[in-house]
Nanobody, 114 residues
Framework: VQLQASGGGLVQAGGSLRLSCVASGSAFGIAIMGWGRQAPGKQREFITTVTPGGTTSYADSVKGRFTISRDNAKNTVYLQMNSLKPEDTAVYYC?????????WGQGTLVTVSS
């Protein structure tokens, strides 16, 4: 499974960004999709997931500010990020589970300036 993410960039604190990620290459269909992030000097962490039926979960650090959604027909997952804070600065990674295995895409850098 290949995951291609896009949409990162530089934004001021309080601003918004929208990330997208397209999954391809799965013979089994895509199950859970989500996003993780890795800040400088820290471990990668899951921040949000969405099931094919639309059930979502969020880490406390992003709850109420970030919204995950997906288009099953396009195998695409989105992350709408609002009220961004400097501590949201990180490389954001798309995640997908298919055929009983988990896959991470290449990261996209999000930088939030104060």
């Amino acid at each position: 499974v290949q995951l291609q993410a896009s949409g990162g960039g530089l934004v001021q604190a309080g601003g918004s960004l929208r990330l997208s990620c397209v999954a391809s290459g799965s013979a089994f269909g895509i199950a859970i999709m989500g996003w993780g992030r890795q800040a400088p000097g820290k471990q990668r962490e899951f921040i949000t997931t969405v099931t094919p039926g639309g059930t979502t979960s969020y880490a406390d650090s992003v709850k109420g500010r970030f919204t995950i959604s997906r288009d099953n027909a396009k195998n695409t997952v989105y992350l709408q990020m609002n009220s961004l804070k400097p501590e949201d600065t990180a490389v954001y990674y798309c995640y997908a589970r298919a055929g009983g295995r988990g896959y991470w895409g290449q990261g996209t850098l999000v930088t939030v300036s104060s």
